[in-house]
Nanobody
Framework: QVELVESGGGLVQAGDSLRLSCLVHKRSSINYAMGWFRQAPGKEREFIAGITWNGGSTSYGDSVKGRFTISRDNAQNTVSLQMNSLRPEDTAVYYC???????????????WGQGTQVTVSS
């Protein structure tokens, strides 16, 4: 069984930075590909960033390229999303996801966290 717990959301101003973390609780010692999605009110859930099992490959959505960075620490069972130069349009609920494969950074999660709210004021 897998449980994902996000943290780090909050209210910031445009131009600020924020760091989200996802703690992975799982029985298996296998490290799977993981990533972040977001969903704004009235919109579909959007892929933001993904990372392979060992961090060797990453992928980003066009809207965040150059501003957001995904990383992972397998020893700590965490995946992080560093968000810089935040914009009001980044406002959304951010979800961590785990995909039960290891080598593709464009993930299709089998498991989701509960989400954390990020609000960027102008």
């Amino acid at each position: 069984q897998v449980e994902l717990v996000e943290s780090g959301g909050g209210l910031v101003q445009a131009g600020d930075s924020l760091r989200l973390s996802c703690l992975v609780h799982k029985r298996s010692s296998i490290n799977y590909a993981m990533g972040w999605f977001r969903q704004a009110p009235g919109k579909e859930r959007e892929f933001i960033a993904g990372i392979t099992w060992n961090g060797g490959s990453t992928s980003y959505g066009d809207s965040v390229k150059g501003r957001f960075t995904i990383s992972r620490d397998n020893a700590q069972n965490t995946v992080s999303l560093q968000m810089n130069s935040l914009r009001p349009e980044d406002t959304a609920v951010y979800y961590c996801g785990l995909d039960r494969q290891m080598t593709n950074a464009i993930i299709r999660p089998d498991y989701w966290g509960q989400g954390t709210q990020v609000t960027v004021s102008s």
